[in-house]
């Protein structure tokens, strides 16, 4: 028999789940905001401005370029462009919204690719606090310039891990949609070769599984088998064909990549590599506790891209990624004895300490973006100069120049009418045997100055607190026996840029 009390709790029991319900939505989307704060960047890609003068050509003109016409050194050459896709999406953003408008859509891609990752696995509120940490500050490599290709590429990721999880749980439809991915995916950016390569791993690891447990091939696999050669076939769909794939394979193994700093290895030092080594450590508890053959595809990827992630910045957010789902279901199974009130107090108060305390050493980065974010773009990414840019734009250059890899992009976007040496588009680019990157590494990086002066330049761009333009100020021709003095004079100079022009002889 039922008492009063009893009756009364059931009846109240409903209400209750409710109210817990709409806490744990309420905290959760306090997750999802302070990781979405976290993750906003002043806009700072170096290769903002070539992709926007390509977006642009491909708006005005009704073709994609496929020929450089942004420099001397390589004039006409033709090359692969994986992201041409990107290029309008980014041509009409900046447009639209400039650099304040891409910064918050990066922040708002990598809260999506966040999403994308744990959606399939039931979370409560804490469980995603303690991954958004994790998140926030091992996906810093691929977000910390606002919205570029990478994100892009990293957001398709998580979007094709989606699916293969739903996969998992029996989706037929997925077999048709992931073709159509691939297809989008080889015009956006070239991690669509990771995405091939996961793909046969899951594929090959489930025929794996049904031969070691001796079950017979079921139509499912063979439909899974099915959507990867169609997937292939997809990728071909493309304006380069089958040089996507030669273009994006270059990028592992070219000697020219560790000159570009998110192909180094990451610095672990500090706090960045205590979290690195705590999230690997709960894959690696979550792999020797589960002890499941099912996981084996998710293990072999875990080691491919761990291996990757330490070899280089770029793949870090990589690894991320493929392995958060799995962490998801790690940080899931923890259990926290501390109930009711004490616990959601506990862990407020906790989320609150990380996302403040992000947020209060950044604050003059969010300042900065809020009240010029063209400005910002300078101060807080490759340290260029608007000024210098007015001032070329008023007085081009004239002839045949040198400038500093990292703002190639920035001169070419803001318009500045010169051809320029190298930029970010060139740095595996090769013909007839010459490779810009390696004449411009022997001058700028080991100051070879007698290899500069071979070159005979008409004018120079450089930092003006690097060692180059020391070493420029200082120089003395072995061959005139002039110095720079003699030989160069400075039309414009600030704290940031130095910008000499040759001498022009009487009468010339």
Avoid at 22 to 37: D, K, M
Avoid at 94 to 111: P, Q
Avoid at 148 to 177: C, K, N, P, S
Avoid at 440 to 468: A, C, H, N, T
Wanted: charged content about 15%; glycine content about 8%; proline content about 6%.
């Amino acid at each position: 028999m039922s008492t009063p009390s009893s009756r009364r709790a059931s009846r109240e029991s409903p209400r209750g789940r409710d109210g817990a319900a709409l806490r744990e939505y309420f905290l959760s989307a306090l997750v999802y905001a302070g990781l979405l704060i976290c993750l906003v960047y002043p806009y700072t890609d170096y290769d903002w401005g070539w992709h926007y003068r390509y977006g642009e050509y491909l708006v005005t003109h009704g073709q994609i370029l496929r020929h450089d016409i942004y420099s001397w050194t390589m004039p006409g050459f033709e090359w692969v462009n994986h992201s041409w896709l990107y290029d309008p999406l980014l041509y009409f953003l900046y447009n639209r919204v400039s650099f304040f408008g891409l910064a918050i859509a990066g922040a708002v891609a990598g809260v999506a690719v966040f999403y994308l990752c744990i959606r399939q696995v039931p979370l409560a509120f804490w469980h995603k606090a303690i991954l958004a940490v994790f998140f926030a500050a091992l996906s810093k490599e691929a977000l910390l310039q606002g919205l570029r290709t990478q994100v892009v590429g990293l957001l398709v990721l998580a979007l094709f891990v989606d699916l293969l999880h739903r996969e998992r749980q029996g989706h037929w439809w997925i077999y048709w949609a992931l073709p159509g991915l691939f297809c989008l995916w080889t015009n956006l950016h070239g991690s669509f070769l990771l995405g091939l390569i996961v793909f046969g791993v899951y594929v090959m690891g489930d025929l794996a599984l049904l031969k070691i447990r001796g079950t017979a091939i079921p139509r499912r696999w063979f439909m899974f088998a099915a959507s990867l050669l169609a997937s292939v076939a997809a990728s071909l769909v493309n304006p380069f064909t089958y040089h996507v794939y030669l273009e994006a394979w270059r990028h592992f193994g070219d000697p020219m990549l560790p000159v570009v700093l998110e192909w180094v290895p990451p610095d672990f030092s500090e706090i960045l590599g205590v979290l690195f080594l705590g999230y690997t450590l709960v894959l690696a508890v979550g792999f020797v506790t589960r002890r499941k053959l099912s996981d084996v595809p998710i293990l072999v990827m875990a080691v491919l891209t761990f291996y990757l992630a330490v070899s280089s910045r770029r793949h870090v957010p990589v690894f991320l990624v493929l392995t958060l789902p799995f962490a998801a279901l790690v940080i899931a199974s923890i259990r926290v004895r501390v109930i009711g009130l004490a616990r959601t107090s506990l862990v407020v108060v906790a989320m609150i300490a990380v996302f403040g305390t992000a947020v209060f050493f950044r604050w003059p980065a969010y300042q900065a973006l809020w009240r010029d974010p063209a400005q910002a773009y300078c101060t807080w990414g490759n340290y260029c100069s608007p000024d210098l840019v007015r001032f070329l734009i008023k007085h081009p250059p004239e002839g045949r120049g040198f400038n500093f890899y990292d703002w190639g992009g920035y001169l070419i976007g803001s318009g500045v009418p010169a051809k320029l040496f190298v930029d970010g588009r060139m740095h595996l680019w090769e013909r007839d045997g010459f490779r810009p990157m390696e004449p411009y590494m022997l001058m700028y990086r080991r100051l070879d100055l007698d290899e500069f002066e071979r070159y005979k330049f008409d004018w120079v761009i450089v930092p003006r607190g690097s060692q180059f333009a020391k070493e420029f100020a200082a120089y003395r021709s072995p061959w005139t026996g002039r110095t720079t003095d003699e030989v160069w004079e400075i039309p414009y100079v600030d704290d940031r840029t130095l910008y000499a022009v040759r001498k022009k002889p009487r009468g010339a």
